[in-house]
């Protein structure tokens, strides 16, 4: 695939995280549910992302603070050295 053709599609991907993750109807974030631990789910989500500095590296921690928000569960952003590192998680 061409480099531009992987930007592109990793752009619209972002993208649409960002926008299903802003379609959240509440305004604040909830707290945490009581039966969150019963169901076993992570208190904590690890969105691998592109070295600080970059523009990948902004829209990642802009979808990972829109996820805390929309979600139960803290969302952090961890800046990797690129696809070669994130892409085998």
Excluded: H, R, Y
Excluded at 32 to 55: C, F, R, V
Excluded at 60 to 69: D, F, N
């Amino acid at each position: 695939m061409s480099k531009m053709l992987v930007k592109f599609l990793t752009g619209s991907v972002l993208a649409g995280l960002l926008l299903v993750a802003g379609c959240n109807s509440q305004t604040t974030a909830s707290a945490p549910s009581s039966n969150q631990a019963d169901q076993g789910l992570p208190k904590i989500l690890n969105l691998g992302n592109n070295p600080n500095g970059t523009i990948i590296n902004t829209m990642g921690t802009g979808i990972a603070t829109e996820l805390t928000k929309a979600l139960s569960i803290q969302v952090k952003a961890v800046a990797l050295n690129g696809p070669q590192e994130w892409l085998p998680m």
